[in-house]
Structures are given as structure tokens and as C-alpha cells.
């Protein structure tokens, strides 16, 4: 079982986003957080959002919903913030991914008036050949 918290590394950093940081109470072991990279074909904030939902199940199979005395818990509440997290991330991810794709608005020309007109004609021309 080991534990090894370096932020430099993709582990370290899916460790980070997580809070999973004190090796006194341990969340994931390395090989977890190695299976949740290599899932998610090494997308650090993915494997993060995978992370978070498997620790929201756990939360919600765990605490449930308990009211004894003057104590409560609200395993449900905690596993709904967890997800809310998790997507955050994920979106997150999709905005990284088409932002190395190409996919986000970069720029545009605009033809406002003639001579505008004549640069947009003499680029598009040098662009086709």
C-alpha cells in the first residue's frame, strides 16, 4: 500500500484536487489513483472527477442519513457536493480538450468598408495558395 504525495507528478496533482493529502488517513493508495488516470486516459482532471464520485458513493453507502440526539450526518448532502465537484471538473476538462483541438473562437476579420474588403480579398487569396 503506498502513498506518495508530490505535486509534480499526475498522481500528486489528482491527489491535490481531491484533498486527499494527509498520509495519516489515506483515501486512495498510488495504484487507485494510477486506475483512475489510466481511465481516463491520463486526464488529470477527469481521473479528479472520477475520484470524487467514487468518494460521494462511498459517502452517501456509508453515512447515509442519520439523526441521534443532538448529532446528524447527511452522507447524501456531502455526496451531492462531491458530484457538483466532479462535474465542475469535467467541464473544465471539455473546455481544456477543445481548446487543444482548435475548437474555441480565436479571432475574426471583419469587413467594415472598402479597404477592410481589399485586405479580407488579398489574405484569402495568399491563404488558398
Do not use: P, W
Not at 488529470?44 to 439523526?67: H, P
Amino acid at each position: 500500500m503506498a502513498f506518495n504525495y508530490d505535486v509534480t507528478t499526475d498522481a500528486g496533482k489528482v491527489r491535490l484536487i481531491i484533498g486527499d493529502k494527509d498520509s495519516l488517513n489515506v483515501i486512495f493508495q498510488d495504484e487507485e489513483i494510477a486506475a483512475f488516470l489510466s481511465l481516463n486516459e491520463d486526464s488529470i482532471k477527469r481521473a479528479a472527477a472520477a475520484a470524487l464520485d467514487t468518494i460521494a458513493s462511498d459517502q452517501v453507502l456509508t453515512l447515509k442519513v442519520i439523526r441521534l440526539l443532538d448529532l446528524s450526518t447527511d452522507g447524501a448532502g456531502v455526496a451531492r457536493a462531491l458530484r457538483e465537484h466532479a462535474e465542475r471538473l469535467r467541464s473544465e476538462a471539455d473546455i481544456s480538450d477543445a481548446a487543444e483541438e482548435g475548437g474555441l473562437f480565436d479571432y475574426a476579420e471583419l469587413n467594415v468598408n472598402v479597404f477592410t474588403e481589399r485586405e479580407l480579398v488579398l489574405k484569402q487569396v495568399q491563404r488558398e495558395q
